[in-house]
């Protein structure tokens, strides 16, 4: 099968690749596996996330994506060449129209980074587009209406909060804080109270499982296991939702105050807008357990997670990629 046009979301944690007709085709972990001697990529996604903290000395497991932007070119440009040969095979006829999504707070220099990666690895031409206004598209927003819509895509890497109307971003502002930060948090709370060393795969099931952004009445608890740091050998220790609650209080707080900072800066007829329809929560960090009521409760405006949170960007590329003639003017951007 020819494959013309290929959207991909180039996420810090996760990236998911989706081609028109055929839906989401890739879903895999922002991992590659390289050799140290000669930088060989030895593995990409799923293979290589089981190699993270379990490497010998020869084999250097990394995350190439930073923060939503690209930390490292190369791994970068070897994970997008894997997925796209992945998807299109290795032997093809033409070159794809290849879309990327790229955090609201990126700058010239970065997105001119993401479209030559995209190129180098196999692309014919490279189209870029704000996360936030895919993941408002993909959580079924009508983007184009004189009307103001919120969006709080929470990712791995950043937090995307913006302001859309008539078609483009009003107001927008890109926090550097996402579920990647939060597990981090996760692992040092662990680290200082119970004086034991866990993974961030650890501290990422210890989110999913019991993590909640407000306290809970009736706790949930859970097992972990890691290396004890008094005696150095495995220990195992239990641990309660609110102590999870406890632990990402500072990254809640972040996300918390750049939503207040694009509110602040929202004209206020759209202001008006968002109070009577809300604010829509998407991305693997609105998964997190009352989110939706901490934003509520802190902010005053009613707010909500949309549907298939988690895929909303994904979703949001696929429509522009279904639609691309409808949305070449309006919304893609150049290099």
Same mark, same amino acid.
């Given at each position: 099968m020819l494959v013309r046009r290929i959207g991909i979301d180039l996420g810090t944690a996760n990236i998911?690749?989706?081609?028109?007709?055929?839906? +989401?085709? @890739?879903?895999? $972990?922002?991992?590659?596996? #390289?050799?140290? =001697?000669?930088?060989?990529?030895? /593995?990409?996604?799923?293979?290589?996330?089981?190699?993270?903290?379990?490497?010998?000395?020869? +084999?250097? @497991?990394?995350? $190439?994506?930073?923060?939503? #932007?690209?930390? =490292?070119?190369?791994?970068?440009? /070897?994970?997008?060449?894997?997925?796209?040969?992945?998807v299109s095979g290795r032997f093809r006829l033409i070159r794809p129209e290849v879309l990327v999504s790229i955090p609201a707070g990126v700058t010239s220099t970065e997105r001119r980074a993401v479209v030559d990666a995209a190129i180098r690895a196999g692309a014919k031409t490279a189209y870029i587009v704000k996360e936030p206004m895919l993941a408002a598209i993909g959580a079924g927003i009508p983007i184009q209406k004189a009307s103001g819509n919120m969006i709080i895509n929470i990712g791995g890497g950043t937090s995307e909060i913006a302001?859309?109307?008539?078609?483009?971003?009003?107001?927008?502002?890109?926090?550097?804080?996402?579920?990647?930060?939060?597990?981090?948090a996760i692992a040092d709370y662990v680290k200082r109270k119970f004086s034991l060393a866990i993974g961030d795969r650890t501290a990422e099931e210890i989110k999913i499982k019991i993590g909640s952004a407000l306290p809970q009445v009736k706790e949930e608890y859970m097992d972990i296991r890691g290396r004890d740091l008094t005696g150095g050998l495995p220990s195992i220790v239990k641990i309660s939702s609110n102590e999870v609650t406890q632990a990402i209080q500072d990254e809640l707080r972040e996300i918390i105050n750049a939503i207040k900072k694009v509110l602040q800066e929202t004209p206020p007829e759209l202001s008006a807008d968002i109070m009577d329809k809300g604010m829509v929560l998407s991305g693997g960090g609105a998964l997190i357990k009352n989110i939706?009521?901490?934003?509520?409760?802190?902010?005053?405006?009613?707010?909500?997670?949309?549907?298939?949170?988690?895929?909303?960007?994904?979703?949001?590329?696929?429509?522009?990629?279904?639609?691309?003639?409808?949305?070449?003017?309006?919304?893609?951007?150049?290099?």
């Open positions: 998911l690749v989706y081609i028109p007709g055929r839906g +989401i085709v @890739a879903n895999e $972990p922002s991992v590659v596996a #390289v050799s140290v =001697d000669d930088n060989r990529v030895l /593995a990409v996604g799923d293979e290589a996330k089981e190699m993270l903290g379990r490497t010998p000395d020869t +084999i250097f @497991a990394s995350r $190439p994506m930073k923060d939503g #932007v690209i930390a =490292d070119y190369k791994i970068t440009e /070897a994970m997008l060449k894997y997925l796209i040969n992945k302001v859309i109307s008539l078609g483009g971003i009003v107001a927008a502002t890109s926090a550097r804080v996402g579920g990647n930060k939060i597990d981090q939706d009521q901490l934003v509520t409760k802190t902010i005053g405006v009613p707010s909500y997670v949309a549907d298939d949170a988690i895929f909303c960007v994904i979703k949001g590329i696929g429509v522009v990629l279904d639609n691309l003639s409808v949305y070449k003017k309006a919304i893609l951007l150049s290099k």
